[in-house]
């Protein structure tokens, strides 16, 4: 009677310990994986930094080129002033070549 209360007692034991093994062995991969996603996460914050800095650079970027824009106008403006002050030197540069022409011509 005792040898089968013990049986019994040594055949729940082996079965608890069994669960418990299976319990271990579920524990051990779900550390695993937790392992895995916690390196996915790492990399994934990485890579939101990295996001985040070439969001910032895109931004100062764009200010400059605004800025850019901004002088090539104005320097647009500037040559064609320019360009224009240049035909009107032309122009008069031959009107005074012709005016001397006239002057040599008179003495």
Same mark, same amino acid.
């Given at each position: 009677?005792?040898?089968? $209360?013990?049986?019994?007692?040594? #055949?729940?034991?082996?079965s ?11 524990? $051990?991969?779900?550390?695993? %994986? *937790? ?7 790492? %990399?994934? &914050?990485?890579?939101? #930094? ?8 895109? @931004?100062?970027?764009?200010s400059?080129?605004? $800025? *850019? ?5 104005? /320097?647009?403006?500037? /040559? &064609? =002033?320019? %360009?224009?002050?240049?035909? @009107? /030197? $032309?122009?008069?540069? *031959? ?6 022409? =006239? ?5």
């Amino acid at each position: 009677s005792e040898l089968e $209360i013990a049986t019994g007692d040594a #055949e729940h034991l082996r079965s608890e310990l069994a669960k418990a093994r299976g319990a271990q062995d579920s524990l $051990i991969l779900m550390t695993a %994986r *937790a392992e895995e996603l916690q390196l996915k996460l790492d %990399r994934a &914050a990485q890579k939101l #930094e990295l996001v985040q800095t070439l969001k910032e650079q895109c @931004s100062t970027l764009a200010s400059e080129l605004e $800025i *850019a824009t901004g002088d090539a106008e104005h /320097l647009r403006s500037e /040559l &064609a =002033k320019a %360009r224009g002050a240049q035909d @009107s /030197l $032309i122009l008069m540069t *031959a009107r005074a070549e012709e005016l001397q022409l =006239k002057l040599d011509r008179a003495a």
